[in-house]
C-alpha cells in the first residue's frame, strides 16, 4: 500500500515554482523566436531534471533596486548595530547605503535572463569541431554564508550545425554567477542553458574556484580550491572527447 502511494505522489506533476530566481515550468520549453517548435530545444536525459526551464523570467528589475534600495541600507544598519557598531560614525555614515548597492551588483544576475544575451547570437554554422572559451573570470556568492567565491570557468562544446557568439559564453556565466549560489549548481546551469540553447551534441563545463568561506573562516584553508565539472552529450558518453576537452583546457 505505501509502494503504491509513494508511486502516486511521483507520477503528480511538478508546481510551478521558483529556483535560484527563476521558475520551474510546467511546460516545455518554447522555441526561440525564429525558430520552429519542431527545433525547440531538446536537452539530453542527463540533463532532465528541475533545471529544465533555462528561459527563466526576472525576479527583479531595475525599478525593484531603486524601491528596495531604502529597505536594503537599513537592514544593513540594523547588522552594524547587532554587531556592536554606530552606524552614524563618520566612516560608517554611507556604509548600509553602500553595502546594499553593492549587494544588488552581486546578485544583478537576477535582473537578466538567457533569451536576452542569446536571441541575436546564435548561427547557422556548418562546424562539428570543438570549441572552448577557457579561463572566463567568475565571481559569485555562497548563498550558505553571503561571502564570495570566485575563479576560472572552461566551456567546450561540439556545435550541431549551430555556434553561439563567443562572448555569449562569458554572458552566460555572468548571468548565473551574479546570483546567491552554489558551485555545483552554478557548474550544471551553465551547461544545460548552452545545451537548451544550441542543441549541440554534447557541452562541457569545469568551474575552478576559491570559496571564501574556507578561506576567510571555518576551516581557513588559504591554497584549498573546488573543482567541479558537468559534461553532457558526446562529453559524457565519449571518453575521447571528454579527454580532448579536459587536455585543452588544461594547456
Not at 6 to 29: D, T
Not at 125 to 142: G, Q, T, Y
Request: charged residues 25%.
Amino acid at each position: 500500500m505505501e509502494k503504491v502511494k509513494a508511486r502516486a505522489l511521483l507520477e503528480q506533476p511538478l508546481r510551478a515554482s521558483s529556483y535560484n530566481g527563476y521558475a520551474l515550468a510546467e511546460k516545455p520549453p518554447q522555441a526561440l523566436p525564429g525558430r520552429s517548435s519542431a527545433d525547440a530545444p531538446r536537452c539530453p536525459k542527463a540533463a532532465a531534471s528541475s533545471f529544465e526551464s533555462w528561459r527563466e523570467e526576472r525576479t527583479r528589475s531595475e525599478e525593484d533596486n531603486e524601491m528596495n534600495l531604502p529597505g536594503l541600507a537599513a537592514a544593513y544598519s540594523t547588522i552594524l548595530r547587532a554587531l556592536g557598531e554606530d552606524p552614524e560614525r563618520q566612516g560608517l555614515l554611507k556604509t548600509p547605503w553602500r553595502a546594499a548597492t553593492a549587494m544588488q551588483f552581486f546578485t544583478k544576475g537576477y535582473q537578466e535572463t538567457i533569451t536576452d544575451v542569446l536571441n541575436d547570437a546564435i548561427f547557422d554554422e556548418d562546424h562539428d569541431e570543438m570549441v572552448i572559451v577557457k579561463d572566463i573570470d567568475m565571481f559569485s556568492m555562497c548563498e550558505h554564508h553571503l561571502v564570495p567565491f570566485v575563479g576560472k570557468v572552461h566551456i567546450g562544446y561540439l556545435p550541431n550545425k549551430q555556434v553561439l557568439g563567443l562572448s555569449k559564453l562569458a554572458r552566460i556565466v555572468e548571468i548565473y554567477s551574479r546570483r546567491l549560489q552554489v558551485q555545483e549548481r552554478l557548474t550544471k546551469q551553465i551547461a544545460i542553458a548552452i545545451t537548451e540553447a544550441l542543441q549541440p551534441a554534447g557541452v562541457g563545463v569545469v568551474v575552478e574556484a576559491t570559496h571564501m568561506c574556507m578561506v576567510m573562516r571555518g576551516v581557513q584553508k588559504m591554497n584549498s580550491k573546488t573543482v567541479t565539472s558537468t559534461m553532457l552529450g558526446v562529453f559524457r558518453e565519449d571518453p575521447k572527447t571528454r579527454e580532448e576537452f579536459l587536455t585543452l583546457i588544461r594547456s
